[in-house]
């Protein structure tokens, strides 16, 4: 791997610490990972530049919402009129904009306004977040710099802390590799009637996508920067801005609030921690890992919190839903440990089974185990990237994933432990990551599948990662005969619904028959039910 060329004498710095004094002095890791740095503020402070420098329109990303508190939500946007372009095609000034929120997508009913900067140095993103808004309310919001206006965009804030909920319907997407297929399943969920969607990682791929953009076939050549694997800052602004521009992306963005979370492709293939898929020095890694997560954070609808401070994010956190669920969204690449006997499809060793392996880090278990102690919602829902439950290899050959949780059965085994102290009644886990729909039962002890099913585990297909796919792939039923917990299996590409209640929460599996021409029509996969006090899934 080239080391980043807009950091061509950080290498020899970095060296200098001690990586793990990297990780944690923020000052340091900041100064060393960015020539860009942060926005000057206070008397420091540029004025804003004239909103006559922008001569086209700068909304080609449109607008995107997140995070949805009961007074408050998260607006983004991002200046780009060339969004191809590293820069955005954007003059190197702050702009200020402007922006709205109302009860009606007329704007004739606006409750609330505001301003905020959008900085050079953050890639003119803006992150809004507006408060006083009232609780389990549908919203409409726009940005607006001189003569541009932005697409208009819905989104909704949730019911009030503690408060009795009838019902939540929230949809799950993740891998959406630009180069493999057409977003067809975005343009899609934009038409459904959900709450929220959770993004559960992969949104970008850092390899490289050549001028007909692979699968897509594009007549109109992309731009030849985008033809190598993302390492640098500009590099993944650049791709960022490819990845967001698809129309029926911008459609989903438009019409429903995001959660979202990482899994690997958005920084490098199967990284943990500071260690790299590639042999480079780890303090290399590192200031790639920095570019990763600030490109990340440029791009998301995501709160101040969750601003990176080098290569650190923090971006596991809590959000809840009244009194009918509590969502722990988890971050299972920046604190584990290494995957053990050399990552892939391994038979389990000493290694991966040694109780010092850890998937999300201790602290996070921790702070998702004591977050179930306290809960008082009817539906724990733990929305994270890799497969929970145990997977056996079809082919007989014993190996699992030591990239899942199956790397990490002590981790594991620590979180349902965790459960289980915590005297709740209703787990749900929600993966993305392996490009197919999985419907699972989570036992207490995989050995004996005669142990009590302590939950759920809900896994939805890519959107695009992978191609077309197939219903039934070549190991489906082999796969379903060496693992008697996995009570659904299916190919492709798509996204899930699930909607709870105080009763149950009914599962269901969106598919489209390929990704490889656009416009592929809708349909249901498999539809699934678990009941309330009563964990494991029936067919609906």
């Given at each position: 791997m080239p080391a980043p060329s807009n950091t061509p004498d950080l290498r020899g710095a970095l060296r200098g610490l001690d990586r793990r004094r990297f990780l944690t002095v923020s000052a340091a890791a900041t100064a060393l990972a960015f020539t860009t740095g942060l926005p000057r503020t206070g008397a420091f402070a540029s004025p804003a530049a004239a909103p006559s420098a922008i001569t086209s329109d700068p909304f080609t990303l449109a607008v995107a919402s997140g995070d949805p508190l009961p007074d408050s939500v998260l607006l983004w946007t991002r200046l780009a009129p060339l969004p191809l372009e590293p820069t955005g095609g954007m003059p190197p000034s702050r702009f200020d904009v402007s922006w709205e929120v109302a009860r009606d997508s007329a704007f004739r009913r606006v409750v609330r306004r505001g301003g905020a900067a959008a900085h050079p140095e953050f890639n003119h993103a803006v992150h809004a977040e507006v408060r006083g808004l009232d609780a389990a309310t549908e919203y409409f919001y726009r940005f607006r710099i001189g003569q541009w206006i932005s697409p208009v965009g819905r989104t909704r804030t949730a019911p009030p802390a503690g408060a009795a909920v009838s019902s939540l319907t929230f949809a799950l997407a993740s891998c959406q590799r630009y180069d493999q297929?057409?977003?067809?399943?975005?343009?899609?969920?934009?038409?459904?009637?959900?709450?929220?969607?959770?993004?559960?990682?992969?949104y970008l791929y850092e390899y490289a996508v050549n001028a007909s953009a692979g699968a897509r076939a594009y007549s109109e050549p992309l731009p030849a920067h985008l033809n190598h694997e993302t390492v640098t800052l500009d590099d993944y602004r650049a791709r960022y801005g490819l990845y967001k521009s698809d129309p029926d992306q911008i459609a989903a963005h438009l019409a429903h609030p995001f959660i979202v979370t990482w899994d690997d492709h958005e920084t490098e293939n199967n990284y943990a921690d500071d260690n790299p898929e590639n042999s480079v020095p780890?303090?290399?890694?590192?200031?790639?890992?920095?570019?990763?997560?600030?490109?990340?954070?440029?791009?998301?609808?995501?709160?101040?919190?969750?601003?990176?401070?080098?290569?650190?994010l923090k971006l596991y956190r809590r959000l809840k839903w009244g009194r009918l669920a509590q969502f722990d969204i988890l971050d299972t690449r920046q604190y584990r440990t290494n995957q053990?006997?050399?990552?892939?499809?391994?038979?389990?060793?000493?290694?991966?089974?040694?109780?010092?392996?850890?998937?999300?880090?201790?602290?996070?278990?921790?702070?998702?185990?004591?977050?179930?102690?306290?809960?008082k919602a009817t539906w724990n829902v733990v929305p994270q990237q890799v497969t929970f439950a145990r997977r056996d290899n079809p082919n007989g050959s014993g190996t699992r994933s030591m990239d899942s949780w199956d790397g990490y059965p002590a981790s594991r085994r620590r979180v349902l432990d965790g459960w289980k102290a915590s005297g709740q009644s209703n787990l749900m886990v929600l993966t993305g990551d392996v490009h197919v729909h999985y419907g699972l039962n989570i036992h207490d002890?995989?050995?004996?599948?005669?142990?009590?099913?302590?939950?759920?585990?809900?896994?939805?297909?890519?959107?695009?990662?992978?191609?077309?796919?197939?219903?039934?792939?070549?190991?489906?039923?082999?796969?379903?005969e060496r693992n008697?917990?996995?009570?659904?299996?299916?190919?492709?590409?798509?996204?899930?619904?699930?909607?709870?209640?105080?009763?149950?929460?009914?599962?269901?599996?969106?598919?489209?028959?390929?990704?490889?021409?656009?416009?592929?029509?809708?349909?249901?996969?498999?539809?699934?039910?678990?009941?309330?006090?009563?964990?494991g899934l029936v067919e609906a």
């Open positions: 297929g057409y977003y067809t399943a975005y343009g899609h969920l934009a038409n459904e009637d959900v709450d929220a969607v959770f993004h559960l990682g992969d780890p303090e290399e890694f590192l200031v790639r890992r920095a570019a990763a997560y600030r490109a990340y954070w440029e791009n998301q609808p995501l709160r101040l919190p969750q601003q990176p401070t080098g290569p650190d053990a006997n050399g990552d892939g499809w391994k038979v389990p060793t000493a290694e991966s089974e040694a109780e010092s392996m850890t998937l999300p880090g201790l602290e996070q278990e921790k702070w998702l185990t004591d977050g179930w102690r306290r809960s002890d995989f050995d004996d599948l005669s142990s009590p099913v302590l939950g759920t585990e809900v896994v939805t297909s890519s959107i695009t990662s992978g191609g077309n796919g197939a219903e039934r792939p070549a190991n489906w039923a082999a796969y379903l008697p917990h996995m009570k659904f299996y299916n190919g492709l590409r798509g996204y899930t619904t699930v909607s709870l209640d105080a009763d149950g929460a009914e599962i269901t599996y969106k598919n489209v028959a390929k990704v490889s021409t656009p416009g592929a029509p809708l349909t249901v996969g498999g539809r699934f039910f678990t009941e309330a006090g009563n964990p």
